[in-house]
């Protein structure tokens, strides 16, 4: 399957393209279309997280589980929201812990796009998602391909900070080798569990050390 995504992915998940339930996600996705479905992020930002952080350039994994389910919100980042769309309340929290940790004020733009630019991959385990009806995609077999991307990283390269918030996260870890990698867990930004263990967490600096200690640059999260 010709899958348009960016081209050092392609290379590296192309047997993941070639199998069945991969192709069981895209005729979904095409009867979804037909039936006059809306689905987000839009078609031309499914695999927003591969092209703006190509491969060779990933220094840090952050995990979500499913798109913004609402009008304008999901654009293939997870966390993140386009430039003037208001932050939902997982993304609020996350700005505050990095003010909290860094001194970073609140930005103006829930647009994460510099941080994937920067080696950070905004992964969601869904890819997509039914307009408005919340993991609605997430039994179509899109966590059997983040699943083998989370475990291509692992295998392929070394040093990676793998950013692991609530538990959906957390269960992630044992595509992880923890030998060559580096695990930071946290609650949930959420404000359901915010308090519970993700405020106070300063996994931004920890990340930033992390890299130093690998000689390789920090990650500026001033989303200014």
């Not at 733009?109 to 969601?124: F, I, S």
């Not at 993991?135 to 900070?161: L, M, P, Q, Y």
Request: aromatic share 10%; glycine share 6%.
């Amino acid at each position: 399957m010709d899958v348009q995504i960016e081209s050092s992915w392609k290379e590296v998940l192309k047997e993941e393209f070639a199998k069945r339930y991969f192709e069981h996600i895209a005729m979904f996705l095409k009867a979804e279309k037909q039936s006059g479905r809306k689905i987000f992020p839009p078609g031309n930002l499914i695999f927003n997280a591969f092209e703006q952080t190509p491969f060779d350039k990933v220094k840090v994994v952050l995990l979500g589980q499913d798109p913004y389910h609402n009008d304008g919100q999901a654009h293939g980042l997870c966390f993140s929201v386009p430039n003037g769309v208001a932050f939902p309340p997982s993304l609020k929290n996350i700005f505050k812990e990095i003010n909290d940790d860094l001194g970073i004020p609140i930005p103006k733009t829930g647009d994460l796009t510099k941080w994937a630019r920067q080696g950070v991959l905004l992964l969601n385990a869904a890819l997509t998602v039914r307009a408005h009806d919340a993991n609605s995609h997430s039994k179509i077999g899109w966590s059997t391909f983040t699943d083998a991307v989370i475990k291509k990283i692992s295998d392929e390269k070394e040093g990676v900070i793998f950013l692991l918030w609530g538990r959906f996260a957390q269960d992630k870890q044992v595509l992880i080798d923890a030998t060559k990698h580096h695990i930071l867990k946290a609650a949930h930004p959420s404000p359901l569990s915010a308090h519970n263990g993700f405020f106070g967490c300063r996994h931004f600096s920890a990340t930033n050390e992390l890299l130093a200690k690998q000689g390789k640059a920090p990650i500026d999260w001033n989303n200014a």
